[in-house]
């Protein structure tokens, strides 16, 4: 086969939740670019139009739908709207997530529990509804994890205290091999990228605290994820190109890791 056409997703669905800015949206235009028709997922609806607004300038067919991923309701409602829209949903990528940075002791339990709900259990959730009503009947899916290098390892003492996010991204590292090693039977590949720092609403009060230039430093290529770097990586376990990969942790971090 042609080196460009298992990259091609010409024909194939997506389904993004945390799609409408930041690292979703990137990945969103990665999977468009290659021809693939999405639906993006996220809590604000104006956000969503404005992603979409964006997308359907660059040619990019995208559909929204607003919900809140650590609700099971609305995930069930997410999956089956979704699924009704794109008529099955292929690729499956879980990226919505939330943090709280407080110190252990002091950790609040509704934070926790706030971390948790949305990082763990909506994403065990939506996996869950859309590989039995669309991957599983079809043999085939691609689903791909957003997890963080913050969870394969601690923090560096003095700096971000982040119990429950490490704790919840540690979690899915280990969701995503195990579920990678249950359902490789029904030909569904599950695969998770780990960022390190991208500027994101997310990791704004960080990059805030300790300065953009202390944090490139972590890593070997001195600087931090820009707009383009999440793309090959998703579009390599979304697509043909990977589909001998499965139960992997992909590390896009600069080389923070690599120590």
């Known amino acids: 086969m042609p080196l460009k056409k298992l990259f091609d997703l010409t024909g194939r669905t997506a389904l993004i939740t945390g799609g409408s800015r930041g690292l979703g949206l990137q990945i969103a235009e990665a999977l468009g670019e290659m021809g693939a028709r999405l639906v993006l997922s996220a809590r604000k609806a104006d956000e969503l139009e404005a992603a979409c607004a964006r997308l359907g300038e660059q040619g990019i067919a995208a559909h929204a739908i607003a919900a809140d991923a650590s609700n099971p309701a609305d995930i069930a409602r997410l999956a089956a709207t979704a699924r009704a829209h794109l008529e099955e949903i292929d690729i499956l990528v ?36 859309v590989g039995r009503a669309s991957m599983i009947p079809r043999r085939l899916g691609r689903i791909i994890n957003v997890a963080s290098i913050a969870g394969l ?28 090693a249950e359902w490789g039977r029904h030909n569904i590949n599950v695969n998770a990228i780990a960022p390190g720092f991208f500027p994101s609403k997310m990791t704004r009060g960080v990059i ?50 690599s120590y």
């Open 94 to 129: 879980n990226n919505a997530g939330a943090t709280w940075g407080a110190p252990a002791e002091e950790h609040p339990l509704e934070a926790w529990d706030k971390v948790m709900n949305l990082n763990v259990r909506g994403i065990f959730l939506l996996s869950q509804a």
């Open 153 to 180: 390892s601690g923090n560096t003492p003095g700096t971000m205290s982040t119990i429950a996010y490490n704790t919840s991204k540690g979690a899915l590292v280990n969701f995503t091999r195990t579920l990678a």
């Open 208 to 257: 805030k605290e300790f300065g953009e230039q202390t944090l490139a430093r972590l890593a070997p290529l001195n600087r931090l994820g820009d707009d383009e770097d999440l793309k090959g990586a998703a579009l390599l376990f979304a697509s043909d190109a990977g589909k001998h990969i499965t139960g992997q942790i992909l590390a896009v971090d600069g080389g923070a890791t």
